[in-house]
């Protein structure tokens, strides 16, 4: 078995409207709960906003701490699913499953080594 991110992308601005973000929570959870039956889910988080975050960069002897994300762009890492299946293919399945309730956000699918 292979564990794979399920990164979600998504763009810059505040948090959508609780009318518009229900149905999807809603959703989400299902795919949660059927990626969990499955024996697939290994973990699941949010996170903040980038503008929480600290970057590292090691400069010699030094190293050099700076606030906000470490690139800028329109969009952002907002959260992700770790997930152990056979190979690419299931995990493009569920990937699949995935950006159709978050869409028109997008997903990444990279394997861990």
Same mark, same amino acid.
Not at 59 to 62: A, F, I, R, T, V
């Given at each position: 078995m292979k564990q794979y991110l399920l990164g979600i992308y998504q763009p810059d601005g505040p948090i959508p409207e609780p009318s518009v973000l229900e149905p999807i929570m809603t959703n989400l959870a299902s795919w949660n709960d059927e990626l969990r039956e499955a024996g697939s889910w290994v973990f699941s988080a949010g996170l903040h906003p980038p503008e929480s975050s600290t970057v590292l960069r090691a400069?010699?002897? +030094?190293v050099l701490v700076t606030d906000g994300p470490f690139t800028e762009g329109k +969009?952002?890492?907002g959260g992700f699913t770790v997930i152990q299946v056979e190979d690419l293919d299931e995990a493009l399945l569920w990937a699949r499953k995935l950006t159709r309730i978050l869409e028109p956000l997008s997903v990444e699918v990279r394997?861990?080594?």
């Open positions: 400069s010699g002897d +030094e +969009e952002h890492l394997p861990f080594t």
